[in-house]
């Protein structure tokens, strides 16, 4: 099944560390479930099934790996994570938004760690039999900015320094730039509420959405 040939959306938050992207997920979500009427999945990567967690833990918390084990971890947890979630939600017409997606192993294994753009994006693409997001939203920030707002003790990639987030920020914005039709570009130093309205908009007019019309209130009568 092609991105194009699903009936359900696909869509995929990117970005740096601390950039609020399950934030926007979920305010996105929620707004999509009551404009749609359709159920909305909630999802990330790595670690969005039982056997992505594993995968998480091992990539994120394990011990050091060389970059080609790393990219073949996240890609694992990818296939699985489409084969047994997204796919299957997307097929029964749900909204699939999911923290992370292929986008972040080019920006992370190929720009942070420098494998081969292409390579990488060849492995993703086999994992995932070439599904692609319809909608993928950038949230763009400093590292240095959105490593403040971390609370948490740093995983393996967040202790990978700042040249290397730098690296990363770059290819993100890099990637986006080749593909405008998919990528949505925000700059997330503004408010919550902000981006949010600005993703709102964004997606409803790529995904042709048009949110049903409030329920007509009931007049307040008047008091004399
Ligand atoms: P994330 O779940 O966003 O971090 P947290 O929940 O701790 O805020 O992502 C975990 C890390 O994995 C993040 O630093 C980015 C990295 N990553 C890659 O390097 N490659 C990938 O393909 C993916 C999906 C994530």
Do not use: N
Request: hydrophobic residues 40%; charged residues 25%.
């Amino acid at each position: 099944m092609s991105s194009q040939q699903q009936s359900g959306f696909f869509i995929s938050f990117e970005g740096g560390d601390g950039v609020g992207k399950s934030t926007q997920s979920r305010l996105l979500g929620e707004w999509l479930r009551l404009a749609t009427g359709r159920d909305v999945v909630w999802t990330r990567e790595p670690g969005g099934t039982e056997l992505g967690k594993v995968l998480r833990q091992a990539v994120l918390h394990g011990d050091h790996m060389d970059p080609r084990t790393e990219a073949l971890l996240y890609a694992a947890d990818r296939a699985h994570h489409v084969a047994s979630l997204i796919r299957p939600a997307l097929s029964r017409g749900d909204v699939v938004i999911t923290d992370r997606y292929l986008d972040s192993s080019i920006a992370y294994q190929a720009g942070g760690r420098t494998l081969a753009i292409d390579e990488v994006e060849k492995l993703s693409l086999w994992a995932t039999e070439g599904l692609l997001p319809q909608v993928t939203i950038l949230l763009d920030l400093d590292p240095r900015v959105g490593a403040t707002r971390l609370t948490d003790a740093p995983d393996r990639l967040e202790s990978a320094g700042d040249a290397f987030h730098q690296r990363t920020r770059q290819a993100f914005l890099d990637r986006a730039a080749l593909d405008p039709t998919r990528w949505i570009v925000i700059d997330a130093a503004a408010s919550i509420e902000s981006i949010a309205v600005q993703i709102r908009d964004e997606v409803a007019s790529r995904l042709g959405i048009v949110p049903a019309p409030e329920p007509a209130r009931a007049p307040v009568p008047e008091v004399s």
